[in-house]
C-alpha cells in the first residue's frame, strides 16, 4: 500500500508522461551525489531486442559468478521489476523507502515519472560499486534519463525500427532521424552493433558513429552464428568459435539478441567470460512476455492441451520477427490482439501471413488503447476477425483443433495484464 501511494504522487510531480530533456535529471542527480558516476554500466538502446538482450547477458555473467544490477522498462506485472540489485528484484518495502528518499530529494520540483525512476536507480546501484549494471534505455537515448553517464563498459545497438513516431517532428518521422536519436550521443568505449533488419540502416549506424572512437563491433562483420542440426548452433568472433546448444527461448531473433550478448561480454575481457559460462547460461534466459509459453495456469486451463503464447511486440519490426517464427510451425495460429492507440495497426498486422483466426480485444486498464472495436474496423481485410471485450472471452471463442497455437500479441501492457490474469 505504501509503494502504491508514493508511486501514485510521483506520477503527479510532472504534466507530461514524457518530456524529453536531461535538465531534470541531472539537477536531481546532483542533489544525491551523482550516483550515476560510481557505477559501471553497459548500456542498451535500440528499438526491439534490448529486454532479451540484457537477460541472456544477466543469464550468463551469473554462471561466471558476478552480481549485476538491472534496469529495464517499462514493467510487465509490477514495477518491481525495473530494480534489480544483486541478482534480485527489489521488494516493495525497499522500493516504497527508495522512492521515498529520491521525492525528499527532489523537494516537488516537476520532473517526470521515468526520470524519478531512473535517478532511483542510479542512487541504489552506486551502493554496489563492484556490481555490472544493465541499463536499457527508454524512448529514445539522445533525451533519454539514463543518457547521463560519463563513462561505461559499451554500448549495445539493438535493432533499429519505426516505432514511437508520435514524439518526433512530423517531417521528420522515419528511421534515420530514429538512429540518430539513438546513437548519436553514444559514449567512447564499446559499441556492439546488432544484425539490423537491412543494410540500408546498418550503414546509417555506422555513419552517425563514423566520429565515435570506440571500439566497435558489428553483427556478421566481427561477430556471427550459424544453426547446426541436432539443436545446436555455432558463434564466432575476433576471438574464435564454439559450439553452444540452443537457447531456451524461442525463434531466430532471439538467438539474434543472445548472439549479441555472446559478442559483448566477449568483447569485454576483462571479465573473463568463459565458454562454459555461456553454455550454461543460455540455457537459463528468463525472459518475460518474449515469445513465452504459457504452460499452466487460469488462462492455460482455458485451451486445454493445446499451446498459448504471450509476445509483447507492438512495431512493426516486432511483427515482422514474430511471424518469422509463426511461419516455421506447421499448425493454425490464432492471433488474440489488443494493441495502443498510438502504434501503426494495419502496418503492424501486415506482416502476419496465413493466420487462421484474428481477435480483436480491448486492453483492461489502460485509457490509452484502441478499443478493440474500432481495431476490428481497422483491420477489415482480414476476413476472419472477430471482437471480444475481455481475454477470456477472446480465448474462448477460438475453434481450436488439434496442434493449433493461440498467440495473444500487440502490446506489452496487454502481455502484462494477461500474465496477471492467468
Not at 238 to 250: A, I, S
Not at 321 to 345: F, P, Q, R, T
Amino acid at each position: 500500500m505504501k509503494l502504491q501511494k508514493i508511486v501514485s504522487r510521483l506520477q503527479e510531480l510532472h504534466p507530461k508522461e514524457i518530456d524529453l530533456s536531461l535538465d531534470r535529471i541531472r539537477s536531481l542527480c546532483k542533489k544525491l551525489g551523482n550516483p550515476q558516476d560510481k557505477i559501471k554500466a553497459i548500456s542498451i538502446v535500440g528499438t526491439n531486442g534490448k529486454y532479451s538482450t540484457i537477460q541472456a547477458m544477466f543469464s550468463i555473467l551469473k554462471e561466471a559468478n558476478f552480481n549485476c544490477n538491472i534496469y529495464t522498462s517499462p514493467h510487465i506485472k509490477n514495477i518491481n521489476e525495473r530494480f534489480v540489485f544483486n541478482n534480485e528484484e527489489l521488494n516493495d518495502e525497499n522500493l516504497a523507502n527508495l522512492l521515498e528518499e529520491i521525492e525528499i530529494a527532489n523537494n516537488n520540483e516537476p520532473i517526470t515519472f521515468f526520470e524519478i525512476l531512473t535517478a532511483a536507480y542510479f542512487l541504489k546501484a552506486s551502493q554496489y560499486s563492484d556490481n555490472i549494471n544493465l541499463i536499457e534505455s527508454g524512448l529514445f537515448f539522445r533525451f533519454d534519463a539514463t543518457n547521463i553517464l560519463k563513462n561505461n563498459l559499451a554500448s549495445i545497438v539493438t535493432s533499429i525500427g519505426l516505432d514511437h513516431l508520435d514524439w518526433l517532428p512530423e517531417n521528420d518521422q522515419n528511421v534515420e532521424r530514429i538512429i540518430f536519436e539513438k546513437t548519436s550521443s553514444l559514449l567512447n568505449s564499446n559499441i556492439i552493433v546488432a544484425k539490423q533488419s537491412t543494410n540500408q540502416i546498418k550503414d546509417h549506424i555506422k555513419k552517425i558513429i563514423s566520429n565515435n572512437r570506440s571500439n566497435k563491433v558489428f553483427h556478421n562483420e566481427n561477430y556471427s552464428f550459424t544453426i547446426q542440426e541436432n539443436d545446436f548452433f555455432y558463434y564466432e568472433d575476433q576471438f574464435g568459435g564454439v559450439k553452444l546448444p540452443m537457447p531456451n527461448v524461442k525463434g531466430q531473433f532471439q538467438l539474434e539478441n543472445v548472439s549479441t550478448a555472446i559478442a559483448t561480454l566477449r568483447t569485454l575481457k576483462d571479465l573473463n567470460v568463459k565458454d562454459d559460462h555461456i553454455k550454461k547460461g543460455i540455457l537459463k534466459i528468463n525472459c518475460i512476455a518474449r515469445l513465452q509459453e504459457i504452460k499452466s495456469g487460469k488462462l492455460k486451463a482455458l485451451i486445454k492441451d493445446h499451446k498459448l503464447f504471450v509476445d509483447g511486440s507492438h512495431n512493426p519490426l516486432g511483427a515482422k520477427v514474430l511471424n518469422e517464427y509463426l511461419e516455421s510451425l506447421d499448425c493454425n495460429k490464432h492471433i488474440i490482439l489488443g494493441m495502443m492507440a498510438n502504434k501503426d495497426h494495419n502496418e503492424y498486422m501486415s506482416f502476419f501471413k496465413n493466420i487462421a483466426t484474428l481477435t480483436t480485444i480491448d486492453i483492461p486498464n489502460q485509457p490509452n488503447s484502441i478499443k478493440g472495436k474500432e481495431l476490428k474496423d481497422k483491420l477489415n481485410s482480414f476476413s476472419n476477425i472477430n471482437y471480444k471485450e475481455s481475454i477470456e472471452d477472446a480465448i474462448k471463442s477460438i475453434p481450436v483443433k488439434e496442434n493449433d497455437i493461440i498467440l495473444i500479441t500487440g502490446s506489452l501492457y496487454l502481455a502484462g495484464e494477461v500474465l496477471n490474469l492467468n
